[in-house]
């Protein structure tokens, strides 16, 4: 089961890329502001646009950022340390 949050994978996939939050921010096209209070407070409810923006930055599919569970979708391997 990954209990990790949303904010969790994103700090998890962003570190495996060795990028700064201001470099996935501006990959993505999103605030920092906003991508540094999903990636701190797991009560944050982003908008599905900014989710797509930040997975398309990521190269993982949306579903991997937001579902707690499930058998299919996991890290990618390419990420996987």
Do not use: F
């Amino acid at each position: 089961m990954d209990k990790r949050t949303l904010g969790d994978k994103i700090v998890y996939l962003r570190e495996q890329k060795g990028w700064s939050q201001n470099k996935l921010a501006k990959l993505a096209k999103v605030s920092q502001s906003v991508l540094s209070d999903i990636e701190k407070s797991p009560k944050i409810d982003p908008r599905l646009s900014t989710l797509r923006k930040i997975a398309k930055a990521l190269n993982v599919p949306v579903e991997y950022l937001v579902r707690e569970d499930h058998p299919k979708i996991r890290c990618p391997p390419h990420l996987a340390g």
